[in-house]
């Protein structure tokens, strides 16, 4: 018989795998710690995991059921979450702290990151896998709750290291050309990582 702990190994590393692989989360992550260090990027960090969490409630309540049934919707929220996703692009290129210019440059906030999550099909796909594969019928609650709980630790830790990778490199971000290469290498990853999800929605 199947029970939440015999499934505990196989969803940590499931929850592992996908909080750690690069994404749009992770490596806006790693420019947040690039540009502002870890102490700073703090609230967007926050904001990720209350997002994500608020993703794994929707699925266990079956929100994904009714997008599926009203497809506009689902449509909707990509497009929303897509041209979110551009600008946070465009963002990226366009800040250079070693420019010489005022920057108005600020990291991304708790509710900004939370919000930021319904556009973020990685975030919808995961946490879709996460309820329809390790939730258990006879005590559904309890087993989302552990999701959530397994799910946002490993998430949290995977978050923390992008975070203070993106500070390690700061340190050889000291010209305007270093920072403008890591930014648009950033910006061309996360570009990337969205074309699954524009190919979908050609």
């Keep these: 018989m199947t ?30 710690g ?19 969490i608020g993703l794994i409630l929707l699925c266990a309540c079956g929100v994904v059921v009714a997008l599926q049934n009203h497809p506009n919707w689902y449509l ?3 497009y929303v979450g897509l041209a979110y996703m551009f600008w946070l692009i465009i963002k990226l290129l366009c800040s250079n702290p070693f420019s010489g210019k005022p920057t108005k440059n600020k990291p991304i906030n708790v509710t900004q990151a939370a919000l930021f999550q319904l556009g973020n099909m990685k975030a919808w796909m995961a946490s879709l896998a996460l309820v329809t594969s390790y939730s258990l019928p006879s005590s ?23 975070v203070w990778v993106g500070q390690q490199i700061r340190v050889y971000l000291d010209s305007a050309l270093k920072q403008r290469l890591f930014n648009i290498s950033l910006a061309a990853i996360t570009f990337i990582s969205l074309l699954p999800v524009l190919e979908d929605s050609i």
Excluded: D, E
């Excluded at 929850?15 to 989360?25: D, K, R, S, Y």
């Excluded at 690039?34 to 994500?52: D, E, M, N, P």
């Excluded at 630790?153 to 290291?161: P, Q, R, S, V, W």
């Design 76 to 78: 909707a929220i990509k």
């Design 140 to 162: 559904y609650w309890f087993s989302v709750a552990l999701i959530t709980f397994v799910f946002t630790t490993f998430g949290l830790l995977a978050n923390i290291t992008w």
């Design 34 to 52: 690039a540009q502002f260090g870890v102490r700073k990027s703090w609230r967007h960090l926050i904001g990720i995991r209350i997002g994500v």
């Design 3 to 32: 029970t939440l702990w015999s499934l505990m190994p196989a969803m940590s590393l499931f929850a592992f795998v996908t909080a750690i692989t690069p994404g749009p989360n992770n490596l806006l992550l790693a420019n947040s």
